[in-house]
């Protein structure tokens, strides 16, 4: 199966947000990665539904959002109503991951849950079968441009074996620190998508960046 990149709008230029995803719209990329951040879950504010409404306005792909936040289920039909194509919540954030899971899906889209690099996958064990997406943070959330967590290898392999033993459909998805530097690694531990930030937007040349995290020449069970 051929692998899904991300770029991650966060690491844009926001002085030049519609040319720099226009400029995504016109890559190899898969999906628009969209990080809302709280200043409470995480130590640090990103920007609201009102400016993801502004970005779905512009991006002919699919806006990945990934919500940062404390109390999310309150902000489920607002990021739909903003937008949001896929949506994923922290599990940290939520008491009660069933219901906030269903109730993303029952308002029409794909259901994520997000995994800190402190939290155990064995932590979703039991809601699995029921999300379509699973975030492996691969940094400490809440700012860009850090580096990549090599133990996010180990728990990859593990989530992956999982999902395979219960013939689950849910994709990995890593966040944080992705470049070409360690991008096949990631792959071949059996990941899906690559979030990528300052490795597309502060590249010389974003559009190629995109292009060389696609084209990866990755031949494993997983490719």
């Known amino acids: 199966m051929a692998h899904f990149i991300a770029p991650s709008i966060l690491s844009a230029d926001f002085g030049h947000l519609a040319r720099d995803i226009e400029m995504v719209n016109d890559s190899k990329a898969d999906w628009l990665h969209v990080d809302v951040m709280d200043g409470h879950f995480v130590p640090n504010i990103s920007f609201g539904p009102a400016i993801v409404k502004e ?43 069933h ?21 155990n996958v064995l932590e979703i064990e039991d809601i699995l079968e029921d999300v379509d997406i699973v975030i492996l943070m691969s940094v400490n959330p809440g700012f860009g441009g850090q580096k990549f967590i090599y133990r996010t290898i180990e728990k990859i392999s593990k989530l992956r074996q999982m999902i395979d033993d219960r013939n689950a459909k849910a994709l990995i998805e890593i966040d944080g620190g992705v470049g070409l530097q360690n991008a096949e690694r990631i792959l071949q531990a059996g990941a899906d998508v690559l979030v990528a930030g300052n490795s597309v937007f502060k590249a010389e040349n974003p559009t190629l960046a995109i292009y060389s995290l696609k084209n990866l020449g990755i031949k494993t069970l997983y490719a």
Not at 55 to 83: C, W
Not at 99 to 119: D, E, F, Y
């Open 99 to 119: 219901r906030t899971i269903q109730n993303i899906k029952s308002n029409g889209m794909k259901a994520g849950v997000a995994l800190n690099p402190h939290t």
């Open 55 to 97: 970005i779905k306005n512009h991006s002919k792909l699919p806006l990945d959002v990934h919500l940062m936040i404390s109390n999310p289920d309150q902000y489920v039909e607002t990021f739909r109503e903003a937008g949001a194509d896929h949506l994923s919540v922290h599990v940290e954030a939520c008491t009660h991951l």
